[in-house]
Nanobody, 129 residues
Framework: QVQLVESGGGLVQAGVSLTLSCVGS????????MAWFRQAPGKERAFVGGMRWIGSNVYSTEYADSVKSRFTISRDNAKNTFYLEMNDLKPEDTAVYYCAADQQRRPQVATLSSDYNYWGQGTQVTVSS
């Protein structure tokens, strides 16, 4: 059973940077495909960025168009940690951010929430204007 715990959310002003972390346990972390999703009030959970495990320590990444130039995902397998670096934050980035993981090997980065079996509890990010 994979367990995920996010941290790093908070209240920030527009234009600043913030990095979220997701620590995983219960499985060989390096073999997990990981993703970040977010859910704003009144909206459905949306894909932010994902990292697909290809093999060994090789991964492919994909981002939502809305964050592609501002957000970066990365991982440190030695620390079982997955990151989301967010730069130039905007009020529309306000949401609960969730870390997700899946053990299935796929031909491309999964972007649907239904593709992920394991979820963290979420961390709130609020961006004020």
């Amino acid at each position: 059973q994979v367990q995920l715990v996010e941290s790093g959310g908070g209240l920030v002003q527009a234009g600043v940077s913030l990095t979220l972390s997701c620590v995983g346990s219960g499985y060989t972390f390096s073999k997990l495909s990981m993703a970040w999703f977010r859910q704003a009030p009144g909206k459905e959970r949306a894909f932010v960025g994902g990292m697909r495990w290809i093999g060994s320590n090789v991964y492919s990444t994909e981002y939502a168009d809305s964050v592609k130039s501002r957000f970066t995902i990365s991982r440190d397998n030695a620390k079982n940690t997955f990151y989301l670096e967010m730069n130039d934050l905007k009020p529309e980035d306000t949401a609960v951010y969730y870390c997700a993981a899946d053990q299935q090997r796929r031909p491309q980065v999964a972007t649907l929430s239904s593709d992920y079996n394991y979820w963290g509890q979420g961390t709130q990010v609020t961006v004020s204007s």
